[in-house]
């Protein structure tokens, strides 16, 4: 893996060889609240994205075959995403289709598993797979990071919680 | 482009760089015949697959979000699959996801694109994504190419029934 990018917590990874991204993030939560965490809308919307933004799902059916589509909103406008929920094993593994309505043509699976380290603690470990490495460094030169370091920090907040 | 197999009809290539597969076919039948043939299931259990197989479609939900499960039989035994529609723009795309339930945690990204050619005929360009090279080279050491030409030809029988 070259492109590495740490933060105290996220790595991000973009694979020389192939058109993916890999992130790898730990939480201080059991794999069944992580899990939680991405299949719930009223939870989802909470943390999903950087800080700062609304979110509104006007489709969530988190199940096999399923899809969903959400709107974020910020002072500049607002950006649709939409997608299928591949398969969803519960508290495992989730597979998804991602598509940013911008960009109707791009289509990215990714792959999320929730690996149970012991202690109330999660790996939690995603795989974005794009069609081209084109595709893939134009995501990661979107200010994907931002998103992705501000997201897990508010979805640290709401599993602190409880 | 290499490891490029070249039937009268079909033209299977597996990238050497990236881990896709694509497949080029052309139908004598208008892009709307043939995109109707990939999401009306009482068309498709008609040609999908190598021939002599029965197809049992236990759900068929051809709509963006929405998602499919089928199971192949033949004397041999049963081979299920199942996925999830990522996009259905009439006429034009499908892009779907793949899964064999013998390997569940194996995931391809299926982009298939209807072009009209004139004259009542289409090409109908398929590219599948996978995670790794090694899981692209498996699905094409596994007979798959036997499926799609013999489905293909299935297809064009179905075709010219009208």
Known sequence: MTSTTTHPEVTISADPELPTIEIVREFDAPPAAVFRAHVEPELVKRWLGPRGLTMDITRW??????????????????????????????????????????????????????????????????LSVFE????????????????????????????AEK
Do not use: W
């Open 61 to 126: 059916d988190a199940q096999t075959g399923g899809g969903y589509r959400y709107v974020h909103r910020d002072d500049n406008g607002e950006y649709g995403f939409y997608g299928s929920f591949h398969e969803i094993r519960p508290d495992e593994r989730i597979v998804q289709t991602f598509t940013f309505v911008g960009i109707p043509d791009g289509v990215c699976l990714e792959t999320m598993t929730f690996e149970d380290l012991g202690g109330g603690r999660t790996r939690l470990r995603g």
């Open 132 to 159: 081209t490495k084109e595709g893939r460094d134009m995501a990661l030169s979107s200010g994907m990071e931002v998103g992705i370091v501000e997201g897990y920090e508010q979805l640290d907040e709401l599993l």
